[in-house]
Nanobody, 122 residues
Framework: VQLQASGGGLVQAGGFLRFSCAAS????????LGWFRQGPGKERDFVSS????????YNKRSVKDRFTISRDNAKNTVSLEMVSLKPEDTAVYYC????????????????WGQGTEVTVSS
């Protein structure tokens, strides 16, 4: 199983970023896909997830009006669009795959990508 994330970077507060994660070597459209983040000195934390059909999403409360998760099962990709970024969004962001339905906790995920770094300057 391989999950390859891309799209991180440095952005000013209020800015926009879009990540993508390309998956391979597993049955992509039977897994819930999620994004997590780990800030400096913090534990890895749930951000968003999307079920295998793409019809249901779950979001961390602090990002639900700013972040949008989507997936393309034909291309085996999952994306995260982030607007109105804040300095507290600074973290390494990870994509992951889960056989659980909602996938809102770290323990539910079997497969992880390598992470992509986001820095939001004030």
């Amino acid at each position: 199983v391989q999950l390859q994330a891309s799209g991180g970077g440095l952005v000013q507060a209020g800015g926009f970023l879009r990540f993508s994660c390309a998956a391979s070597r597993f049955t992509f459209n039977t897994y819930t896909l999620g994004w997590f983040r780990q800030g400096p000195g913090k534990e890895r934390d749930f951000v968003s997830s999307i079920t295998w059909t793409g019809r249901t999403t779950y979001n961390k409360r602090s990002v639900k009006d700013r972040f949008t998760i989507s997936r393309d099962n034909a291309k085996n990709t999952v994306s995260l669009e982030m607007v109105s970024l804040k300095p507290e969004d600074t973290a390494v962001y990870y994509c992951a795959a889960s056989s659980s339905y909602s996938g809102t906790t770290v323990d539910e995920y079997e497969y992880w990508g390598q992470g992509t770094e986001v820095t939001v300057s004030s």
